[in-house]
């Protein structure tokens, strides 16, 4: 059910990148379907803002990145704030996470969602209430 899901960047970045083969297209349905879904999906300012840096490294378009952006702000979006970076934080130590991890799953947790679509966490790992998904690896969604 979307309106308990969060979306990483990888999800996204492999639903724009060409280059990706077999991932871009499982990606890209997956993406397409969460466009029909109602309410959209949660992301993060953090994934916009790792979405912007991946497409640039990949060359696209700046006018195709910006249009990219603003697409995905019709989604549900968690701020970065103090608030979630303190919590980003707590996540990080609690879990062994990297910084950019733990900020997502606090960003996750804020949105109160079950679930994060997610290649870089362990897929079926759960965190106290929300669990990750590889929509990539797994037909699970």
């Known amino acids: 059910m979307p309106d308990?899901?969060?979306?990483d960047t990888n999800i996204l970045m492999y639903a724009h990148d060409l280059d990706a083969g077999r991932k871009h297209e499982k990606a890209?349905?997956?993406v397409a379907d969460l466009w029909r879904s109602a309410?959209?999906?949660w992301l993060s300012v953090q994934v916009l803002q790792?979405?912007?840096a991946g497409m640039s490294?990949?060359?696209v378009p700046f006018s195709e990145v910006q249009e990219t952006v603003e697409d995905y702000a019709h989604?549900?979006?968690v701020e970065n704030t103090l608030e979630t970076l303190k919590a980003a934080v707590t996540e990080m130590?609690?879990?062994q996470l990297s910084f950019w991890d733990a900020h997502i799953l606090a960003a996750a947790r804020k949105a109160g969602v079950s679930r994060i679509w997610s290649e870089d966490f362990v897929?079926?790992?759960e965190y106290s209430g929300i669990q990750v998904v590889n929509p990539l690896k797994s037909s699970r969604n």
């Open 75 to 77: 989604w549900r979006v």
């Open 123 to 125: 897929d079926g790992r």
């Open 50 to 52: 790792e979405l912007v």
């Open 4 to 7: 308990e899901l969060f979306i």
């Open 28 to 30: 890209k349905k997956l």
């Open 57 to 59: 490294r990949k060359k």
């Open 93 to 95: 130590k609690r879990w």
């Open 39 to 41: 309410p959209f999906p």
